[in-house]
């Protein structure tokens, strides 16, 4: 039975816990102040009325030892002068008859009060009393015996306090009142103190089935207001804003995967294509051209493979999975060229210079990829007629690899931009903005170095400084 109360408790919401816990130890304190207040009130409106009796009793006490003491008539009306005000006196014979009574007219018979006051003091009756409202006012009463030779006496004292009970009334009513008003303004200020202290996870919580229900999630902009304050819901949100954050940036990796993928697979892709091409029409009558197909086709193959492994999220973004080794250059800008002019030869005139030999350290497959980069920019900014110009020349311990084209240029303080990720400048054809992105990430992992010469309307170069072996 516990374990299910428990349970249903469990279960509540963390805000109506708050609320109940907030008005209880709210209530707490009146209900101790409702107590020594009614206790109080209670003994200082009724103790006076008994201790009235009480004093009485002790005169009248006095006054019967006394006419005892000297053998003198017993005079009622000389205890009666004796009372305090307020207090009413009834005397009875031993036989049970009423031989005296200072107040006749508002108080039952000796019977009523037998049954009654005996039995519970003190009665509850009015000030008319007859026997259908006997318990609508307090009554308090005392009781002495005096013996006489010829038999005994008894002394009924005997006080109402009905205006006492009156203001005990309406002070009951009154902290009724109060308590009713105390628990509604308990209970309000508990929601408010609940809700303000579960906002942060309210709106976190709100801000998670938010980004849980949106079809599109590409960018996780919002954030949580965090308090200014140093609790544990400040250190909630932030460390909920971190996770965001976090986020953000997974998606913004994946959102670059596959931009990158799509990108530079684009190449291999339309190479394929453009070989596939040649095989159909020209592989069946020539067995070298054949041979030259199949071996290209299956070597952008194993390059797409070797994109996708590099292209792979690394914990820094600006590394990738490179696989270094001795390689000769000349043997990578001449496939480079070849398949560029394969692809693209029919509307651009694509030449190669010069190619030097030379031994290099790195990635085939990043190499390559560098270089078609920057060919296929070439062609892509430059238009239908004009001449894209390719050149490898050993100088020293270095060799500059150059691509000049005939294009549309670029300004001289866009220079830096071009290499950002994601920046596209406003004259770019197409393009994610990724592919020169890439290549400074390809040539910063080979400590090749990038310059670029340009003038709008007339044409682009682009330097590669690559260290040889």
């Known amino acids: 039975m516990l374990r299910k109360i428990y349970d249903w408790y469990a279960s509540r919401k963390i805000s109506t816990k708050i609320t109940e816990i907030f008005a209880a130890f709210f209530l707490l304190p009146i209900v101790v102040l409702n107590v020594v207040l009614v206790g109080g009130v209670s003994y200082a409106l009724y103790h006076p009325a008994e201790a009235t009796i009480q004093y009485s009793m002790r005169i009248a006490e006095k006054i019967l030892s006394e006419s005892k003491n000297h053998n003198d008539d017993l005079t009622f009306h000389s205890i009666h002068k004796a009372l305090l005000s307020g207090v009413v006196l009834r005397i009875f014979d031993d036989k049970g008859n009423l031989i005296f009574d200072t107040n006749e007219v508002n108080y039952p018979s000796n019977e009523m009060f037998e049954k009654n006051i005996m039995k519970t003091p003190p009665l509850l009756a009015d000030e008319n009393f007859d026997v259908a409202q006997l318990r609508n006012a307090l009554v308090y009463r005392g ?6 030779p010829d038999g005994y006496l008894t002394l009924y004292f ?47 919580t709100a801000l998670a089935k938010k980004i849980t229900l949106e079809s599109e999630r590409e960018n996780v902009k919002e954030r949580i207001p965090v308090p200014p304050t140093n609790d544990e819901i400040t250190e909630l949100a932030k460390t909920f804003n971190t996770m965001l954050d976090h986020m953000q940036g997974d998606i913004s990796r994946h959102k670059d995967f596959v931009s990158n993928a799509s990108h530079e697979l684009r190449k291999p892709l339309t190479v394929i294509e453009g070989y596939a091409e040649i095989l159909e ?13 199949v071996n290209v086709i299956r070597d952008e193959a194993q390059n797409m493979q070797t994109l996708l492994k590099n292209l792979r999220p690394n914990k820094d973004e600006n590394k990738s999975n490179f696989h270094k080794e001795n390689l000769n250059l000349a043997e990578i800008v001449d496939v480079a060229f070849q398949r560029t002019i394969t692809v693209e030869g029919e509307n651009h005139e694509v030449k190669l210079i010069r190619n030097d030999a030379a031994q290099i350290y790195g990635d085939k497959a990043a190499i390559l990829q560098i270089l078609r980069i920057f060919l296929d920019n070439a062609i892509k900014y430059t238009p239908n007629g004009g001449s894209v110009k390719l050149s490898s020349v050993k100088q020293g311990d270095k060799v500059f690899v150059s691509i000049a084209d005939t294009g549309i240029g670029i300004a001289e303080e866009d220079f830096d931009k071009i290499f950002e990720r994601g920046v596209r400048l406003e004259n770019a054809i197409g393009g994610s903005g990724i592919g020169l992105y890439m290549a400074k990430v390809i040539a910063d992992s080979h400590d090749i170095k990038i310059d670029v010469e340009s003038t709008v309307g007339k044409g682009t170069i682009f330097t590669l400084t690559i260290p040889i072996i």
Request: aromatic letters at 14%; charged letters at 20%.
């Open 143 to 148: 009781k002495l015996t005096y013996h006489k």
């Open 158 to 204: 005997f006080r109402t306090i009905t205006s006492q009970r009156n203001i005990f009334t309406d002070l009951l009513t009154f902290i009724l009142i109060v308590n009713l008003l105390g628990i509604f303004f308990s209970f309000k200020v508990g929601q408010f103190v609940s809700k303000k202290i579960l906002s942060p996870i309210e709106k976190i």
């Open 281 to 293: 029409k020209y592989g069946g009558a020539n067995q070298a051209l054949r041979d030259e197909s």
